[in-house]
């Protein structure tokens, strides 16, 4: 927000864990350091769920000088900047996906599969994601048809050192290059010729004929 005033960032999906992303994007606008240690010390363990722990990428960046100043500082307007959409169908998300200049997808779950990458570019948006797993195996395969010099500016770095720097870094470097903005018509297209349901379908019947044979 600092560097793109006009930025905002919509939060899609559903679950217990909103309250506690609610809390951060409260404790960030206020500066308010208790609360951010305490988000901090036990964000895992907030889920519902098998994770447990803190967050270690965001304890990282809060340990650096630079980190405790931005957390610190507070930011009043950052909560007209940050909205929280729940759980969106795929009827609804259709919607909101193409209004975006990048789609952001920070997971540290590993993927098979990079499904949001050819959903993005059917959306005609630039998916950004974490440079690991089937993410990044999906990244390489676009990269023959973005170029590599753009698809390197996709990947969000993994090391837990540099996740939260990387993040900032790479979506403000994106934002500011304006080209980005005209690529949705070719970005559709490649997701149509060479990701449809029915393109990937017919592969992997020639993929299935050519090892029975």
């Not at 930011?75 to 009827?91: A, E, I, N, R, W």
């Amino acid at each position: 927000v600092q560097r793109h005033s006009n930025t905002h960032l919509v939060v899609v999906g559903g679950g217990t864990y909103r309250e506690v992303l609610e809390a951060l994007v409260h404790g960030l606008a206020t500066g308010n350091e208790e609360l951010l240690t305490f988000l901090i010390q036990n964000g895992w363990s907030l889920d519902k769920s098998d994770v447990k722990g803190p967050w270690e990428e965001v304890a990282a960046y809060y340990a650096t000088s630079e980190g405790r100043t931005m957390m610190l500082g507070g930011c009043p307007d950052l909560k007209h900047h940050v909205h929280f959409t729940g759980f969106l169908s795929h009827s609804r998300l259709r919607h909101i996906l193409p209004c975006a200049d990048l789609a952001v997808f920070p997971s540290v779950i590993p993927e098979a599969y990079a499904l949001v990458l050819y959903e993005s570019l059917a959306c005609g948006v630039l998916p950004v994601v974490p440079d690991f797993s089937g993410f990044r195996s999906g990244v390489a395969d676009l990269s023959t048809h973005l170029g590599q010099s753009l698809a390197d500016r996709l990947k969000l770095p993994w090391h837990v050192q540099k996740r939260v720097e990387g993040i900032r870094d790479t979506l403000t470097g994106l934002l500011a290059d304006q080209s980005i903005r005209d690529m949705s018509s070719s970005l559709r297209a490649i997701a149509v010729e060479n990701y449809d349901w029915n393109v990937r379908a017919k592969q992997m019947v020639d993929a299935l004929k050519w090892f029975l044979e």
